[in-house]
């Protein structure tokens, strides 16, 4: 009898020790799987180490831009109350503060802290998909699960490392999308603890933290400013809080459902205002009389298909999908979109029973994408890859419910069950390695300004932006000829853009060719009537064509609507100086050096007038600024030589036309030969 029991227990401890191994082993797992997920995700995006700051947007937020480089006071302030560039991002602006006390201006450091939020968002997504997917299956959230695990797993890399997710990620400027992503996800996490937790201090410990959390999204950016109605549907479908029709859903059991969301709505509204009064402010929106609301749906219609086709054939993706300038040739494609979306929200409207999980992904689709489908259009695009950072999120997540629903942890072994997990293996895996290949090359476009807009210009090559951009940057190459043949081809593709028509303008002055830039300004000015630039250049081409009334009519135009415009008070007075009224040439001169005292041209302008009026200690100064400011500027030493002889100081003279004899044959040494 005792060898019995003792051969028992025996048996029972052998039974013990498995288990424990077991529960250690799926212990292991579940924490191998997000640190595996993590690393994943950077080695997708890690080439992004190699990328440099582009000109769309990058140097107007950072490299030109030296507000936000510092705390001190002023710096604070102005990161809490600007709307540069039409956002409010006070938060977003906090983050590339500490970039750059940790890097200065080396863009890796800024790409690496985008990357790093954008791998810590794929984690939040990990626990968060298995959470949800567990509720929608009505599964235990337990560790034996390796089905759930792997479906939460694929899930989160289906949205981290999608190409739709590289402008967000390795477009610097972008740090507000993964910012705010951050935080989003927070918030939907403690949600998620909220329902999940049923004694009250602890509930409104979390509800009180998912408030805070969501205020700090909207801080990094308004895109998050549907998340009350997420909530909702989170309440409806997986987490079933509100149950029956909806008339059953405003009983008085549920009165707290409600009452949790209207700390979130009123964030929600606040933000919205202010994200549209910084949109308004830098004229980004574009008003109804321009933009007709018909085409504004038909806009939202093709908004919804655009993201769910390019989640399933990531190909063709760019930087800038430009709304057409001609609308006729896109009716057939908006009529053919808006069909598309009847038709799935049908489908999944008659599904809701047996697939509800379609139906809730679907609307969350549409409502997180709601404030970008061009019903408010703010900017020159159609559609835009960042949009969809967060509005596709349910697509993952639907991904990885099909994952668990063809392999549910209470599968049995059978017959085909070897084949089927080796298919199903092949096709996951495949699939995450076909996306990761994609994205390494579309990380590969943002390397540099140049790379980004030959791209653009390959990928979309009706884009008259794309093509202004690529002018831009060939013409800082020095590459004139090719920028002016870009900026036809921009005013060919779209005649309203102003830029393109002020640049082409300008090359086409240098060249002599005056007639076709003045046409060209006007019809910039046309566009544009309040441009101080176009004014003032237009301006100086009209006196060098002799017509001087209509040439200082621009000029005063330029200089009422920008008083600070120092280049049109310097224009003024050379055409001044020119008619011999050398007082009001000399007054137009002194308000230009005030407003950029260190500008060579301007300083030897003045002293020129001052010194035709006699005046020839004032003009010496001046030429002498000039020569301090631009030591190797010839023109600025002659000027100096002329005046000092003119006074009799040969010496000195004779010193600066030496220096200027020396500037020009080391500058003609260095030309090429033609």
Not at 49 to 58: E, G, I, L, S
Not at 195 to 221: D, F, I, M, Q
Not at 283 to 293: M, Q, S, T, V, W
Request: a positive charge.
């Amino acid at each position: 009898m005792a060898s019995k029991i003792s051969r028992t227990l025996r048996k029972s401890s052998r039974k013990l020790d498995t288990a424990k191994a077991g529960s250690s082993i799926s212990e292991l797992f579940l924490g191998l799987v997000p640190c595996f997920v993590a690393l994943a995700t950077f080695l997708v995006f890690v080439p992004v180490m190699q990328n440099d700051f582009v000109t769309w947007d990058d140097y107007d937020n950072l490299m030109n831009n030296q507000r936000f480089r510092g705390f001190g006071w002023s710096d604070i302030r102005w990161m809490f109350t600007t709307f540069h560039l039409g956002h409010y991002q006070p938060l977003s602006w906090v983050t590339f503060g500490f970039d750059y006390l940790l890097w200065g201006m080396d863009p890796r450091g800024y790409h690496l802290t985008n990357l790093i939020f954008h791998v810590a968002n794929a984690v939040f997504f990990y626990f968060i998909s298995r959470r949800l997917l567990a509720v929608a299956l009505t599964m235990p959230d337990d560790r034996e699960s390796w089905q759930l695990t792997v479906s939460a797993a694929f899930a989160a890399l289906i949205f981290a490392i999608h190409p739709l997710r590289v402008e967000s990620v390795v477009w610097a400027t972008e740090r507000r999308d993964v910012l705010s992503g951050f935080f989003y996800l927070w918030t939907l996490y403690c949600y998620l603890r909220v329902a999940s937790t049923r004694e009250p201090t602890s509930r409104r410990r979390w509800l009180a933290a998912a408030v805070g959390v969501y205020a700090l999204s909207l801080l990094s950016k308004a895109t998050a400013i549907t998340l009350p109605v997420i909530l909702l549907l989170l309440d409806i479908f997986p987490l079933r809080r509100l149950q029956g029709g909806i008339r059953d859903w405003f009983k008085p059991q549920n009165r707290s459902l409600w009452w949790e969301k209207l700390p979130f709505a009123a964030l929600a509204c606040v933000f919205a205002v202010v994200a549209l009064a910084a949109q308004h402010s830098t004229g980004a929106l574009i008003a109804l009389r321009h933009y007709d609301i018909s085409f504004r749906l038909a806009q939202s219609f093709y908004g919804l298909m655009f993201y769910l086709w390019k989640t399933l054939l990531p190909a063709g993706l760019s930087p800038l999908y430009e709304l057409p300038f001609d609308l006729d040739p896109w009716v057939w494609i908006f009529l053919i979109c808006t069909a598309d979306v009847l038709t799935i929200s049908f489908a999944a409207f008659f599904l809701r029973r047996r697939r509800p999980a379609v139906l809730a992904c679907w609307l969350y689709y549409v409502v997180t994408l709601s404030p970008v489908l061009g019903l408010a259009q703010s900017g020159p695009q159609l559609v835009a890859d960042r949009y969809s950072y967060l509005s596709c999120l349910s697509w993952a997540l639907l991904a990885g419910g099909g994952l668990l629903w063809i392999w549910p942890p209470s599968s049995a072994p059978g017959p085909n069950y070897e084949w089927r997990f080796v298919t199903i293996s092949v096709v996951g895996i495949g699939t995450l390695s076909i996306l990761g290949f994609l994205t390494w090359g579309q990380i590969g476009v943002w390397r540099d300004t140049r790379t980004l807009w030959e791209y653009a210009v390959a990928v979309t090559p009706d884009s008259s932006v794309a093509h202004y951009n690529l002018g831009k940057t060939l013409e800082t190459e020095g590459k004139a000829d090719q920028a002016m043949e870009l900026y036809r081809r921009a005013v060919t593709r779209n005649p309203d853009n102003a830029d393109a028509h002020y640049n082409l303008a300008r090359l086409l002055a240098r060249q002599g060719q005056q007639e076709e830039a003045i046409s060209h300004y006007r019809r910039a000015l046309e566009i544009k009537p309040d441009d101080a630039d176009t004014h003032s250049n237009l301006g100086l081409l009209l006196a060098l064509r002799g017509e001087v009334e209509a040439s200082l009519d621009e000029l005063q135009k330029a200089v009422q609507i920008d008083p600070k415009h120092a280049r049109a008070y310097f224009n003024m007075g050379r055409i001044f100086a020119r008619q011999g009224d050398l007082d009001r040439a000399e007054v137009n001169y002194q308000k230009a050096l005030k407003l950029d005292p260190t500008e060579v041209e301007i300083l030897l302008g003045l002293g020129n007038v001052l010194a035709r009026q006699g005046k020839l200690e004032a003009a010496t100064a001046q030429y002498q600024q000039a020569v301090k400011l631009k030591p190797d500027l010839a023109d600025a030493h002659v000027a100096l030589a002329r005046l000092l002889a003119a006074r009799g100081e040969k010496n000195e003279a004779d010193r600066h036309y030496e220096e200027a004899l020396r500037l020009i044959k080391a500058q003609n040494q260095i030309q090429p030969s033609p």
